[in-house]
């Protein structure tokens, strides 16, 4: 997004300090907790990246499509 000039929005932000504050929290249990981290890992990591990278996906095609069709016009 930063090379074809643009941001994310505020909800893909938030999506992306989710996931980072899961991982975070998974290293953190592993070192006392290894079956717990992994559990967690299992359970809630997967789904949030799935529906994370979907987004993002759906986001950046929208704004390369979007950078393209505006370069034509001018």
């Known amino acids: 997004m930063q090379q074809a000039g643009g941001r994310m929005c505020e909800c ?38 799935r529906e994370h990278i979907i987004s993002m996906d759906q986001f950046t095609v929208l704004f390369i499509n979007s950078q393209d069709r505006f370069a034509r016009t001018f």
């Open 12 to 49: 893909h932000r938030q999506e992306n300090q989710m996931l980072l504050a899961l991982c975070d929290r998974a290293s953190a249990l592993s070192r006392a907790h290894w079956h717990k981290a992994r559990s967690l890992l299992r359970t809630d990591l997967p789904k949030l990246v």
